[in-house]
């Protein structure tokens, strides 16, 4: 009788913790059979950590003009005849260590775009929340806004808001203003893709049960709409963010190199192509070359997230 008796075999626990569902989803079993992903994923992280140790790992900060020697002015790569330690990719015409001023360069380049990003984001969110939920001559204002906005490029807007900005702050601004510029330049840029995705995600939602039930137990509309509407419209927003960083990152690129960007005294990558631009038909190519492969590889690297991300996130491709 013992022996017939057959043991239940104990049920697969479900993971508990945020990080446990995350590593059991579908969405990291998309990411680990995507090599290309993965290779994508590695490059952006290294850029990213390379961005936060600029100063631990460059040989100097090309920020600090005493640092710079203009006897070291336009040396090519190591790895030719005139080169010397310790710039690895040569100098620009101020004596600077290219290496180095890439990866700061990549500091500014990523924080303009991660702020920019985050900024067109909270207003798109705000504005499509608002227009979705409130409906009526609300949605109709923001929406026909959004249309206007559309009819015009991204970088036309991004100027436009950059120079009635820097008309009213005036010319001469220092280098955190300027900052500060680019991204609000960059944010409302970008916002209305935000908007309309949250606001017809908004339109669907509304009309469910669970708002519903959260309207006759009294709960005010910005609770309904941030608490509970919010969380279920954040997959399509994620994948919005993701692709936009890449854009907003060659934005502000496209400023810098325009002239309307981060100064030479606080070069980004845009500003540092500008710069090697000058000096590229007499000979010293490395000064344009180098930025220009680094601003490439980060922005195919984000696309190629934002790609991966989209697919993984669609339930039709599930």
């Known amino acids: 009788m013992a022996e017939a008796m057959q043991v239940a075999p104990a049920p697969h626990s479900q993971p508990t913790t945020w990080a446990g569902r995350f590593f059991d989803s579908d969405v990291w079993a998309s990411f680990k059979r995507s090599k290309l992903t993965m290779a994508a994923a590695f490059l952006t992280f290294v850029f990213m950590a390379a961005a936060v140790l600029a100063g631990v790992v460059s040989s100097q900060d090309p920020f600090d003009p005493a640092q710079l020697d203009l006897m070291n002015s336009r040396l090519p790569p190591i790895w030719d005849a005139e080169g010397l330690m310790p710039f690895i990719l040569g100098t620009d015409e101020q004596g600077r260590d290219i290496f180095s001023a890439i990866l700061y360069g990549l500091r500014i380049s990523l924080a303009v775009g991660i702020l920019g990003v985050a900024f067109s984001a909270t207003l798109g969110i705000t504005l499509g929340l608002v227009a979705g939920y409130v409906g009526g001559t609300v949605d109709a204002i923001i929406m026909r806004i959004a249309d206007v906005q559309l009819t015009f490029p991204a970088i036309l807007i991004a100027l ?159």
């Open 160 to 318: 436009l808001v950059d120079g009635v900005v820097k008309s009213v702050l005036g010319g001469q601004l220092d280098e955190m203003t300027t900052l500060s510029v680019l991204v609000f330049s960059i944010g409302l840029s970008f916002w209305v893709q935000y908007a309309r995705t949250v606001r017809g995600s908004v339109m669907v939602e509304k009309n469910k049960d669970y708002i519903a039930a959260a309207r006759l137990i009294g709960l005010p509309a910005p609770v309904i709409m941030f608490r509970h509407v919010l969380p279920n419209v954040l997959g399509p927003v994620l994948v919005i963010a993701t692709i936009n960083l890449a854009l907003a990152i060659i934005t502000e690129a496209t400023l810098s190199f325009l002239g309307t960007g981060m100064p030479e005294t606080m070069p980004s990558l845009g500003t540092l192509i500008r710069i090697g631009n000058n000096y590229l038909f007499s000979g010293e190519w490395w000064i344009v070359a180098f930025p220009g492969i680094a601003l490439a590889l980060l922005v195919l690297a984000i696309n190629l997230l934002g790609d991966w991300l989209r697919d993984a996130l669609n339930p039709k491709l599930r």
